[in-house]
Structure formats: structure tokens, C-alpha cells
């Protein structure tokens, strides 16, 4: 289904700003602190298209809040849950309009194109921001992600002095007839593309498919289904080339030994030999080989010193046992020689 364009021509546009319209004509739009009206001169026309979601009412959708920057303005589009008579109204807020400038001025010579603003769908995570109400698309509800559509804005001179405006479903409720709900289908008939910027396109008819490079495009047996991944190799010799022009040839093996999946190589430490990371290194070391003495302990100079003496005590103690043995043994001659004498 492809979007609904305004189209209108400026003079009927022009009768319609001294409405409510697309605002229904009963409501008085008046904002929460009931000191500020909506002007009937800023929003003029309003397409909205929604996907379908069984039990969803056209009549339902509403000015939920108008939030004004710097030099812009944002509406916001909600969607009431409850029933509109309730005593307390739940709802959530389903869509928002892309940035109005805050200059934008009605005149004569004014472009369909100028004052025409897109309405895209609140793609963020749904937020609770009170027991009743969700800014975001609740569970449920997820096929008006797809919610589009544009407003036509008259001119944004009468909202210079207001700020934020948050209002009711009573006073701003949007008339049946700008919200169109698509049938419910079972075939694919169109293609929403929504880049990281909000940026959005809704494709129809033939799409042709054009892959850039490292992407793959698999279709099933029976025509039914695309499925697009990345090129393992593609992406690998990307990495390489990266790499290469970073620090030179990526390692590829150690000793024959190939990496992992994931590329790594491990090292393990064994027999006295322990690994340890540092900084963006490895620190490989023999705890064997460590001193027995700690810290605390005597050092390597007393250590010497005490075996210098020790060597010393070692040669007065080998004289001593020498002369020893020669006296003992002038002993023994002249015992020996006195025996003698004797006889």
C-alpha cells in the first residue's frame, strides 16, 4: 500500500486553518495545565497510515504532547487503550512527526513540499512514564512499528509563546476519516527499511537487491525466503589486510601449531615454568630458580661474606690437624727409640 500524499491545494488548506481539523471539530484543544490552546493555524491536515492490529479503532489516535526545541517543534501521535468515556484513560504514544522549524510562515507563494512534514513510528523500547500511560509501542501492539504518514502544518507564528504543550484524548482526538487502517494480509506486500539515523524507506512492487561486498544472499529451495549474512572469507581477508597495514603479516602458525577458531595461540606454562600476562605482553619465568631467602632474609653480600669465613676457618683448621699429625708423629719416634735403648 503506498503512503498517502497531500495533495489538497493551499486554498482549501488555507479555509481549514480557522478549524479543528484534523483535530474533530467538538474537541477543544487545550492543553493539561488548561492554559494553552493548540492553535487551528499549525496543524491543518494529517494523513496516518496504520497496519493492521485486530481490535485497533480509527478513532482512537490523538495529539498526545507538541515539544518545542530551539528552533523546532515535534508532535507526538498516542493511541488510547481504554475506552474514551473511562474515568481513567490508558494509552501510549505510537508515532511522532519529524522536526518543524520553528520559522515556518504561510504565505502566499508556500510549497506543498515545504510544509509537509513525515510521521514516523516510535521504534525505541517502550518506557512506562506513568501507571497509565507508555511512551512506546507496548507488546501487542508491534505491527504500528510500521505506522507512517506525513502532516501538513500552516504556519508555526502562533506558537511562539508556547513551550511544550501535553494534552487529553478528549481535546485533541483525530477524526476517523485522516487515519487510514490497512486490511489484514498474508502475503508480503511491501519492504520498511530504517537505518541507524530514523532514517526510513517503504519499498513496493519489484525490489531488486544489490549486495555489497562480504555479504551473501542465500534463497530457499521453494523461492519463499532471502537470507543475507556475511562472507566469513571476505570479512577475514578484510581483517588481515587491516592488520598487515597496522604491524605487518598476521602469524598464521608457531611451530606448525595452528590458532583457534577465534585466531588465539595459547602458551602454557609447565616444569617450573610459569606464564603470566603483562601489559600487552606475556612474561614467561622459572619460579625454581628463586633464592630461598625472602625479602626479609639475609642478602647475597652477607651470604658471601659468611662463606669467605667459613673457607678461612676451613684452612686454620686443616694447618692445625697437620701439624698435629707431625708432632704425633716425633712422639712416636722417640718412643720408639727409647724402647730401644732399653733393651
Known amino acids: 500500500m503506498s503512503d498517502y500524499q497531500v495533495t489538497n491545494s493551499l486554498e482549501w488548506l488555507n479555509s481549514n486553518m480557522h478549524r479543528n481539523y484534523p483535530i474533530v471539530d467538538n474537541a477543544v484543544p487545550r492543553d493539561a495545565t488548561e492554559k494553552y490552546y493548540l492553535p487551528s493555524s499549525f496543524l491543518v491536515d494529517m494523513q496516518l497510515i496504520v497496519p493492521y492490529v485486530a481490535g485497533l479503532d480509527a478513532s482512537h489516535f490523538f495529539i498526545s504532547s507538541i515539544t518545542k526545541t530551539v528552533d523546532s517543534y515535534q508532535i507526538t501521535i498516542g493511541y488510547l487503550i481504554s475506552d474514551p468515556t473511562a474515568a481513567v484513560r490508558s494509552g501510549f504514544d505510537c508515532a511522532i512527526v519529524?522536526?518543524?522549524p520553528a520559522d515556518l510562515i504561510f504565505s502566499g507563494d508556500s510549497t506543498d513540499d515545504a510544509h509537509t512534514f513525515r510521521i514516523s513510528a516510535i521504534t525505541t523500547e517502550a518506557t512506562m512514564m506513568s501507571p497509565t500511560y507508555i511512551y512506546g509501542i507496548p507488546t501487542g501492539y508491534e505491527a504500528l512499528r510500521g505506522i507512517r504518514g506525513s502532516v501538513?502544518?500552516?504556519?508555526?507564528?502562533?506558537?511562539?509563546?508556547i513551550g511544550a504543550l501535553s494534552f487529553d484524548f478528549a481535546n485533541t482526538e483525530i477524526m476517523s476519516t485522516c487515519v487510514y487502517?490497512?486490511?489484514p494480509i498474508t502475503e508480503l506486500e511491501s519492504i520498511r527499511f530504517v537505518d541507524s539515523t530514523g532514517t526510513d524507506a517503504t519499498l513496493t512492487n519489484d525490489i531488486e537487491l544489490i549486495l555489497s561486498e562480504g555479504i551473501i544472499a542465500e534463497i530457499s529451495e521453494d523461492n519463499d525466503r532471502v537470507t543475507l549474512k556475511l562472507d566469513e572469507d571476505?570479512?577475514?581477508?578484510?581483517?588481515?589486510?587491516i592488520l598487515k597495514d597496522k604491524v605487518g603479516n598476521a602469524i598464521l602458525s608457531i611451530n606448525g601449531a595452528l590458532p583457534d577458531d577465534d585466531g588465539n595461540f595459547y602458551i602454557l606454562g609447565q616444569d617450573c615454568t610459569s606464564i603470566t600476562t603483562q601489559g600487552s605482553g606475556i612474561s614467561i619465568s622459572n619460579p625454581c630458580s628463586k633464592p630461598c631467602c625472602d625479602s626479609n632474609g639475609a642478602d647475597s653480600a652477607d651470604i658471601l661474606k659468611a662463606l669467605t669465613d667459613l673457607t678461612a676457618a676451613k684452612d686454620v683448621l686443616n694447618n692445625y690437624y697437620t701439624q698435629l699429625a707431625t708432632n704425633v708423629n716425633a712422639l712416636q719416634a722417640r718412643l720408639s727409640s727409647l724402647i730401644a735403648s732399653r733393651k
Open 181 to 183: 487502517i490497512e486490511d
Open 98 to 100: 519529524s522536526a518543524i
Open 234 to 241: 571476505f570479512i577475514t581477508a578484510k581483517l588481515n589486510d
Open 152 to 161: 501538513y502544518v500552516g504556519t508555526c507564528s502562533d506558537m511562539n509563546d
